[in-house]
Each structure stands twice: as structure tokens, then as C-alpha cells.
């Protein structure tokens, strides 16, 4: 029986040069192309190979998640906070209902 799972993995994208970086920043993978859909292209196959060799060597626990170092994990909240405000406070005339209906809550219960 196949069993699936189901993972939100973060990934910090930039240009270096004329290549095109994407970074999975909860394994530490970087993958690059010439274009943008090449290097995500490239990172999905890196990160499937990354995963299916763990779980054939049964390793999942010691090697599967090493994360990025923190100052990729800051440059990606820098600019998701960026995003952020500029999502919420676009438009002239704002009010606080306007700025609620653009908020998304994710929660995470820990008990």
C-alpha cells in the first residue's frame, strides 16, 4: 500500500548573475537554470532524490532535514514582511476592515 505525504517546504528564489537560483531552505538544497521554471524544475528533482534516497536508507531522522543557514532564513522574512506590509496597506483609502480582510492567519497548536 502507497502511503503519501504532504510537506510545505521554503524556498528563498534569486538571480545570481544570469543563472537563476532556488534554495529549499528546510534541507538546504540549491539548484540553478537558465530560467526561473528551470531552476525550480531542477530544485524538485534535487528534493525528490534528497527524500527518497533518506527513506531508502532509512535516515530520515540524521540527514533529511538540515536547514539553511540563518542569514538565508533572514533574507527570506526580511522579504516576506516586506510583502507583507505592501499587501496590507496598498490602496489609498484603507480601514482597519480592509486591512483584516487582506490578513491570513496560519496557526499552529503545539499541546
Same mark, same amino acid.
Given at each position: 500500500?502507497?502511503?503519501?505525504?504532504? /510537506?510545505q +517546504?521554503?524556498?528563498l528564489?534569486?538571480?545570481?548573475? @544570469? *543563472?537563476?537560483?532556488a !534554495?529549499?531552505?528546510?534541507f538546504?538544497?540549491v539548484?540553478?537554470? /537558465?530560467? +526561473?521554471?528551470?531552476a525550480r524544475k531542477n530544485?524538485a @528533482? *534535487?528534493?525528490?532524490? !534528497?527524500?527518497?534516497f533518506?527513506v531508502?536508507?532509512?535516515?530520515?531522522?540524521?540527514?533529511?532535514?538540515r536547514?539553511?543557514?540563518?542569514?538565508?532564513?533572514?533574507?527570506?522574512?526580511?522579504?516576506?514582511?516586506?510583502?507583507a506590509?505592501q499587501?496590507?496597506?496598498?490602496?489609498?483609502?484603507?480601514s482597519?476592515?480592509?486591512i483584516?480582510?487582506?490578513?491570513?492567519?496560519?496557526?499552529?497548536?503545539?499541546?
Amino acid at each position: 500500500m502507497r502511503s503519501e505525504a504532504e /510537506a510545505q +517546504l521554503t524556498c528563498l528564489e534569486y538571480k545570481d548573475g @544570469d *543563472l537563476f537560483i532556488a !534554495h529549499c531552505l528546510e534541507f538546504d538544497l540549491v539548484s540553478q537554470g /537558465a530560467t +526561473l521554471e528551470e531552476a525550480r524544475k531542477n530544485l524538485a @528533482d *534535487l528534493i525528490f532524490s !534528497h527524500v527518497q534516497f533518506a527513506v531508502e536508507k532509512d535516515i530520515e531522522e540524521k540527514s533529511l532535514f538540515r536547514p539553511a543557514p540563518n542569514k538565508y532564513w533572514e533574507i527570506y522574512f526580511h522579504w516576506k514582511s516586506r510583502m507583507a506590509r505592501q499587501n496590507l496597506l496598498r490602496g489609498t483609502d484603507i480601514s482597519p476592515q480592509d486591512i483584516l480582510s487582506r490578513m491570513a492567519c496560519t496557526y499552529a497548536h503545539v499541546w
